[in-house]
């Protein structure tokens, strides 16, 4: 089968590593790719958000299973204008990708079917946010409706900066329009952990579970970032944990969309917060997360794309997954001022040495190739995965192939995987 991945981030990186390990692959093309996908598959230089390209490749190059990596190209309705065609394509519809496109209408289905989740507060205008959040004597989270490629949620620990959350949203623009409507919410406080599954319309099923670390600097600190590393599994999530979740999130979101008539077939990401009264959703995305999905897909013994085909054929009730029995941790290298400006075309070395690791994978991210050395280009540069007997072992493991990429201004957190429980 010729399968296209479309997208470029280290997340396309991981599906693909995985997805060139299974027998049912003949040829994988990845739009647009990186340097580390070009060592398993072919780089299309076609731009992820262009689907009247990617939908033309796919159709004069027998393309049998298309899987659609980032979130834009959902909402945008890619995989309805690929169903039109005939072809097979792996995510949900432009219908069913709005509960990840828009915050509001994720809220408002939580609070119509009971999902938990933190009460909140919408605003479209700027004047009636501001005076809200004038009145506020508790901690808020301030969120941008819209796509804010993970970084749009600004933690608010008074009235003050919860006025100046709203400003730089809704006035400052800082994400563009996604910041045209926002949501104001009460600040959960737990251990926050990621939970994904599988659905086809109607049956769920999860994928291990997986916990990120969002701040950009050691102990959690600093501006919220994409993601600075991930690690799986996550030993907070209990078995007790994971049916709640199943049974109280999961399964009544997919049922909710069904019921909505907007049938939710792809990859369902809860983010999840567990309080002390339980689990509460904070948001829920459309696609694979990143970088949970590297180590993830480290950990993951079943073939991928068998479980992509039965949800998009209805019958993800015959599958099971495998996992190995291992941790794995990835460790994100990013650039230097990341999530604020950075320098790119930096020289990247020690990636060959990497390769020749045991367990480790060095999954790209932002990087390109320039006169044949491979560069940064990016924020997030690189998602250097390990995996490991134990959480401990997969640490270092991790932490002892990132010491051996160097690039000049490289930044990386020194505490993945050792979040308190």
Not at 101 to 107: Q, Y
Not at 241 to 257: D, G
Not at 258 to 268: H, M, T, V, Y
Request: proline letters at 5%.
């Amino acid at each position: 089968m010729n399968i296209l991945i479309v997208g470029g981030g280290g997340r396309e990186h991981a599906l693909a590593w995985k997805m060139a390990q299974s027998e049912l692959a003949q040829n994988i093309y990845c739009a647009p790719g990186n340097p580390g996908t070009a060592q398993i598959a072919s780089n299309l230089p076609i731009d992820p958000e262009d689907i009247d390209a990617l939908l033309k490749f796919a159709k004069e190059n027998d393309i049998g299973l298309t899987v659609v990596g980032p979130e834009q190209p959902l909402v945008l309705g890619i995989v309805d204008r690929f169903q039109a065609e005939g072809l097979r394509a792996f995510g949900p519809s432009k219908a069913a990708a709005e509960l990840e496109g828009s915050k509001a209408f994720s809220k408002d289905l939580m609070k119509r079917y009971h999902i938990p989740t933190a009460a909140y507060e919408t605003f479209d205008d700027p004047e009636q946010a501001r005076q809200y959040a004038e009145t506020l004597t508790h901690p808020v989270a301030v969120k941008a409706d819209g796509l804010a490629a993970g970084k749009g949620v600004l933690l608010c620990q008074n009235a003050k900066s919860a006025v100046e959350a709203v400003e730089t949203l809704m006035q400052k623009k800082a994400f563009g329009d996604a910041g045209d409507r926002i949501i104001i919410e009460e600040l959960l406080i737990g251990h926050e952990v990621s939970v994904l599954a599988f659905a086809d319309g109607s049956t769920v099923l999860p994928l291990d579970s997986a916990q990120d670390h969002k701040a950009v600097f050691d102990g959690d600190q600093g501006p919220n970032t994409g993601g600075m590393g991930a690690f799986s599994p996550a030993p907070i999530l209990t078995e007790t944990l994971r049916e709640q979740v199943l049974q109280t999130i999961l399964k009544p979101a997919i049922a909710a969309m069904a019921s909505e008539g907007r049938p939710f077939r792809g990859i369902l990401y809860a983010g999840l917060m567990l309080t002390a009264d339980g689990p509460r959703t904070l948001e829920f995305n459309a696609r694979f997360g990143d970088p949970e999905t590297q180590p993830l897909m480290m950990r993951l013994q079943s073939d991928l794309i068998p479980i992509f085909e039965a949800c998009i054929d209805g019958t993800l009730d015959q599958c099971q997954i495998e996992w190995k029995p291992e941790t794995a941790v990835c460790v994100v290298m990013a650039s230097g001022g990341y999530p604020g400006s950075y320098e790119k075309g930096k020289k990247i070395s020690g990636l060959d040495a990497v390769g020749a690791l045991k367990d480790v994978v060095a999954f790209h991210a932002g990087t390109k190739e320039k006169d044949g050395e491979i560069v940064t280009s990016g924020g997030r540069v690189l998602g250097v995965t390990a995996l490991g007997a134990s959480q401990e072992s997969a640490i270092n493991t991790a932490y002892k192939a990132v010491k051996t990429i160097q690039w000049d201004d490289a930044h990386y957190r020194t505490d993945i995987g050792r979040r308190e429980q």
